[in-house]
């Protein structure tokens, strides 16, 4: 069997609230559920920021809230400053050819700055997430290592 090698992932919380209950048998409840446990089982940790640590709170179901506490109890969870890059911030923004554009970069910057701060992995059920640093990542070359899974 391949060892995995470990990586720290920046989860969004569209993953926590679509894992939902465990009585749900919707493909992306099961799909996230599953996710969720292969990351508690492996070596793999969960990158921890402020501003994601909010958006668990507002969106995680119960699955996941319990989920991220077996995660603290394993020692799972890396808690990181998201120090704000603002030349970084300034430039992906001012790359953004739309106001649209703009204004959804500025709702997942965060998790942007968090991965580039860590393993460059994020975990999205976004789509517009995938879609808008794609168009950007031609023009800030700092974005072009990030991965974003679903």
């Given at each position: 069997?391949?060892?995995?090698?470990?990586?720290?992932?920046v989860i969004d919380a569209s993953v926590a609230r679509a894992a939902g209950r465990l009585d749900t048998?919707?493909?992306?409840?099961?799909?996230?559920?599953?996710?969720?446990?292969?990351?508690?089982?492996?070596?793999?940790?969960?990158?921890?920021?402020?501003?994601?640590?909010?958006?668990?709170?507002?969106?995680?179901?119960l699955f996941s809230r319990t989920w991220l506490r077996q995660m603290y109890a394993r020692r799972k969870?890396?808690?990181?400053?998201?120090?704000?890059?603002?030349?970084?911030?300034?430039?992906?923004?001012?790359?953004?050819?739309?106001?649209?554009?703009?204004?959804?970069?500025?709702?997942?910057?965060?998790?942007?700055?968090?991965?580039?701060?860590?393993?460059?992995?994020?975990?999205?059920?976004?789509?517009?997430?995938?879609?808008?640093?794609?168009?950007?990542?031609?023009?800030?070359?700092?974005?072009?290592?990030?991965?974003?899974?679903?």
């Amino acid at each position: 069997m391949r060892k995995v090698e470990p990586c720290r992932l920046v989860i969004d919380a569209s993953v926590a609230r679509a894992a939902g209950r465990l009585d749900t048998s919707k493909p992306v409840s099961k799909a996230c559920r599953d996710f969720l446990q292969t990351v508690l089982d492996i070596c793999h940790r969960i990158v921890m920021t402020a501003e994601i640590n909010q958006e668990w709170r507002r969106h995680a179901g119960l699955f996941s809230r319990t989920w991220l506490r077996q995660m603290y109890a394993r020692r799972k969870v890396e808690k990181i400053r998201a120090l704000s890059s603002s030349s970084l911030e300034a430039e992906i923004l001012t790359a953004a050819s739309s106001r649209s554009l703009c204004n959804g970069l500025r709702k997942d910057l965060h998790l942007v700055v968090a991965a580039l701060r860590t393993d460059a992995r994020i975990v999205s059920l976004d789509e517009s997430l995938r879609s808008n640093l794609r168009v950007i990542a031609e023009k800030v070359p700092e974005l072009i290592d990030i991965r974003i899974n679903k």
